[in-house]
């Protein structure tokens, strides 16, 4: 039971470039988050997938666009990369009212 | 809307020292609540939760929290803080109107120990 896994640990992206950065979990969880972590702001809600085929914007959904592609994975993809979305991603899982589960995080740095 | 305040974005403390961090919630019915721990350059990870069981909630590494409905709060405590303790701890609430919706974070506290 691997939990809720990112990929790519660490990445390095120039202006304008575009990336995906995928999320994975294997605890049957309905919900899945995406987050950004900047020093000194806490956690920030990028977007939110309440079931399979649903998304939602949370609180900062500007430069990103995300897809639940099953039950199991969300994915959240950069299309054109600006230095201010250089940051910590997490995903995490949930299951009704519970805790969330969250991934180790993608360390993004875009130059 | 709920919401979480956390106060203190800093505190430090001596190694043995008790650890005292506040949590304060606002909710028109009693949430579930959460304390989460990230430690430098790693994900949260569940420290304990609150699912209207019992008010005094014990978790993992000797900390403990307890919920108290009359001041909305749920602080969390440790008698005595080790090195290892140094972290950021968030605290969240889940909104039991809509089990979807995400779990509203404070800000965090980040705790120093000192030697």
């Known amino acids: 039971n691997a939990g809720v896994t990112q990929t790519p640990k660490f990445q390095v992206l120039k202006t304008g470039q575009s990336m995906t950065l995928q999320c994975a979990q294997d605890m049957n969880h309905n919900s899945m988050y995406w987050y950004r972590q900047d020093p000194g702001m806490g956690l920030r809600l990028i977007y939110y997938?309440?079931?399979?085929?649903?998304?939602d914007k949370g609180e900062v959904p500007n430069g990103y666009n995300v897809s639940r592609l099953n039950k199991r994975e969300f994915s959240l993809r950069l299309e054109s990369a600006a230095p201010s979305q250089t940051s910590v991603y997490f995903c995490?899982?949930?299951?009704?009212?519970?805790?969330?589960?969250f991934g180790p995080g993608t360390r993004l740095t875009v130059t | 809307a709920q919401s979480v305040t956390q106060l203190g974005s800093h505190v430090s403390v001596s190694e043995g020292a008790l650890v005292l961090l506040r949590c304060n919630y606002s909710s028109s019915v009693p949430p579930y609540l959460f304390w989460y721990v990230q430690y430098p350059n790693q994900g949260l990870q569940l420290l304990l939760k609150?699912?209207?069981?019992?008010?005094l909630v014990k978790g993992i590494n000797g900390f403990e929290a307890e919920f108290k409905k009359s001041e909305t709060s749920f602080h969390l405590t440790k008698p005595s803080a080790h090195m290892s303790d140094a972290a950021e701890y968030f605290c969240?609430?889940?909104?039991?109107?809509?089990?979807?919706?995400?779990?509203?974070f404070g800000k965090g506290t980040r705790l120093s120990v000192i030697a």
């Open positions: 997938s309440a079931s399979e085929g649903t998304t």
């Open positions: 969240a609430v889940s909104d039991l109107n809509s089990g979807n919706t995400p779990l509203v």
């Open positions: 609150y699912t209207s069981a019992a008010t």
């Open positions: 995490a899982s949930r299951q009704s009212f519970y805790e969330q589960y």
